[in-house]
């Protein structure tokens, strides 16, 4: 079975503070992504990466950046956490083709920023 | 810009087939249409995905009609465990990243 691991399945921050979500899957998927999960807005895309060092902006990377420097891992990092941005982070991978959109999912990281 | 639409919520009682239809009126020659579960506190999980007309899996049926403007995930036989959130997702397979998650279904199964 695949696995996607997140590092933190909970995690309380200070406003202003530089936060690092780190995601590892260990099915060699060429595609990674980073998803936002708030109660009634269903899930938003914050950043896409299918490949070493490759990324796409999602649909609300603002205040986000990604890095990926190994296929295995993506990390999402939070600049200077504000408390908007308090929520539920999910990390996915997939495969390339027309398996791009049969994404693996971790379990969460529940952020909470005061 | 595509969107998704689902209902809010839907009940049933065990042993029903259930049918929840995502509307996707603006759907693009190389979109397909993937359909996830999730329950509390997990992320979701993949069911099925399919282009046009029909698919079946071991756990449920993906129907799309011809013109591919909505699409109904049919649920045979449900039981108390397929109390969940279910999210259709319309997006490209090719190098567009365009992803368009439905807002959910909140299905609730009674016994």
């Known amino acids: 079975d695949v696995k996607v691991t997140q590092s933190s399945r909970y995690l309380v921050k200070r406003t202003g503070e530089k936060v690092f979500l780190e995601c590892v899957q260990d099915m060699d998927h060429e595609n990674m992504f980073w998803y936002r999960q708030d109660p009634g807005l269903g899930l938003r895309l914050i950043y896409f990466s299918y490949d070493v060092k490759m990324k796409e902006k999602g649909d609300i990377p603002e205040g986000y950046s990604v890095s990926r420097e190994k296929k295995e891992r993506f990390s999402l990092i939070l600049e200077s956490a504000s408390t908007n941005q308090t929520s539920m982070y999910l990390c996915?991978?997939?495969?390339?083709?027309?398996?791009?959109?049969?994404?693996?999912f971790g379990a969460g990281t529940r952020l909470s920023v005061l | 810009l595509a969107k998704t639409t689902q209902p809010i919520s839907m009940d049933s009682y065990e042993g029903q087939e259930v049918n929840i239809t995502c509307s996707h009126n603006n759907i693009a020659t190389n979109d397909y249409i993937t359909w996830y579960q999730q329950f509390p506190s997990q992320g979701p999980r993949f069911i099925i995905q399919?282009?046009?007309?029909?698919v079946t899996n071991e756990v449920a049926s993906l129907f799309i009609p011809a013109d591919r403007k909505s699409s109904t995930l049919s649920l045979p036989r449900v039981s108390l465990s397929d109390t969940a959130v279910y999210y259709c997702?319309?997006?490209?397979?090719?190098?567009?990243?365009?992803?368009?998650w439905g807002a959910g279904t909140k299905l609730i199964i009674k016994p």
């Open positions: 996915a991978s997939s495969l390339g083709g027309v398996a791009k959109n049969i994404q693996y």
């Open positions: 997702l319309v997006g490209a397979v090719n190098s567009n990243y365009q992803l368009i």
């Open positions: 399919g282009y046009k007309t029909k």
